[in-house]
């Protein structure tokens, strides 16, 4: 007898399980990796028992050409280059935080920040820039470490969220700054064509940014005087810039960004010792991420609702719960959107939560509170409101633009051959 997929109260299992999965990390957020093992482990049990159509193996590990023949299938990259990538990310991320602060930097930053709220909106301006040619997990480490050094350890949660929001913002308009946006580029999408994403980054920075950085202000002020005699470890800077380097240019022609950090750290051991131990601290925070992000790419989500402004917009709030990765791929699958428009969407979106992306799952393991989801809703307002205006001022200078599909084959969702499915009948648009 063939099994159908359990429907609670009208809603598939899968989504059942993920929703009770975020609800969860959201309450015991002291047992966040538990949780979102949990419920991996069970959404996977899900799709064995009820769901025949979904293939193991195919789904992490994708089709080759001989089964596409044999089985007549459409092909699948699989899910493994993005979690092995993000992986690696998050773990030599986190080694070249701590690089960052040995070389004795952040230290002597107080010496030329200002040492009121304008010193900690000059800090979220730097990460902002980082951002643009960096990972957006890269620009929040160190904005997290270069804090921890300036704060004395004692940093607002608000702020907090600001250094998270500060790095998703700067990496929305550039191909190089954010894995949805490079996901883009690498789909064919022109970067020219996420560029205006700027226009709403900028804007929300300013809106998070200011109250952002009066409330660390207010929490505790930046330490004006820095210590004397202070040595700069040029050996470590010089790894660091090593790290960021070949991240770019392994991002660029291998599509593999985490491969070019770890060579770096490799080289690195010539130069200078490498605190390795900081890999093991990230752990946790790198395998709840993973599942998640495992979570989110079994979602049945076959289709997205027709390109628009308004779901462009809605998009920005789902991301904040739903992993932007697949979700950029399925829009990219459907076509007709204005790609700088879902960039700033799907990118800065998931800073309204913390776990929503993964600059902020990367800052957890340095700063664990904000692992509490409720609190960082709370002191971490500014960003929803951010993102809102953010979102109408670049509608109203740049308005919405959509985009002809950039794929020979691939079908515009503005066209008439476009079938959106509807309960009874698919009705033509």
């Avoid at 107080?110 to 010193?119: E, F, M, S, T």
């Avoid at 998270?164 to 550039?174: E, F, T, V």
């Avoid at 989110?296 to 779901?311: F, K, N, Q, R, T």
């Avoid at 990765?325 to 939560?353: E, H, R």
């Amino acid at each position: 007898m063939l099994l159908t997929v359990p429907l609670i109260l009208g809603i598939r299992i899968e989504f059942v399980i993920f929703a009770l999965t975020l609800i969860g990390v959201a309450v015991f957020h002291k047992r966040t990796m538990e949780v979102a093992i949990t419920g991996l482990l069970l959404l996977l049990a899900a799709k064995f028992i009820f769901d025949p159509s979904f293939e193991f193996f195919r789904h992490f590990f994708g089709s080759n050409p001989i089964s596409e023949q044999l089985f007549h299938k459409e092909s699948r990259e699989g899910e493994w280059p993005v979690l092995l990538n993000l992986f690696g990310l998050l773990l030599g991320f986190a080694i070249l935080a701590k690089l960052f602060e040995e070389s004795g930097i952040p230290r002597e930053l107080p010496a030329i920040l200002p040492n009121d709220w304008k010193g900690g909106f000059m800090l979220l301006v730097m990460i902002f820039v980082l951002s643009t040619f960096l990972d957006n997990i890269a620009a929040a480490m160190i904005g997290g470490t270069i804090s921890l050094v300036v704060f004395k350890g004692k940093v607002h949660l608000g702020y907090l969220a600001g250094i998270i929001a500060a790095s998703n913002a700067g990496g929305s308009g550039s191909v190089v700054g954010d894995t949805t946006t490079t996901l883009m580029w690498i789909d064919g999408v022109n970067p020219l064509d996420v560029s205006h994403a700027f226009i709403a980054g900028i804007t929300a920075l300013i809106v998070f940014g200011i109250p952002a950085s009066i409330q660390q202000d207010r929490y505790h002020r930046i330490i004006k005087n820095p210590p004397k005699k202070m040595q700069i470890d040029f050996k470590k800077i010089v790894v660091v810039i090593l790290i960021l380097g070949l991240t770019i240019v392994s991002n660029f022609y291998l599509d593999f960004p985490a491969i070019g950090v770890w060579i770096a750290l490799l080289l690195g051991l010539s130069l200078t010792s490498i605190p390795w131990d900081e890999a093991p601290k990230a752990l946790k925070g790198s395998v709840f991420l993973l599942s998640l992000v495992t979570c989110a790419s079994m979602m049945p989500v076959s289709e997205l609702p027709p390109a628009s402004v308004w779901s462009a917009f809605a998009f920005g709030f789902v991301s904040a719960f739903f992993d932007n990765i697949p979700l950029t791929k399925l829009c990219l699958d459907q076509g007709g959107y204005d790609w700088g428009v879902l960039a700033y969407s799907v990118g800065f979106g998931g800073s309204m939560i913390w776990f929503g992306s993964s600059a902020g799952v990367a800052l957890s393991n340095m700063y664990p509170e904000t692992r509490n989801t409720l609190n960082y809703l709370k002191k971490g307002w500014h960003i929803s409101v951010a993102y809102i205006i953010g979102f109408i001022i670049m509608i109203a200078v740049v308005g919405w633009n959509p985009h002809a599909p950039h794929k020979a084959g691939k079908k515009d969702a503005t066209s008439p051959q476009l079938e959106i499915k509807m309960p009874d009948q698919a009705v033509k648009k």
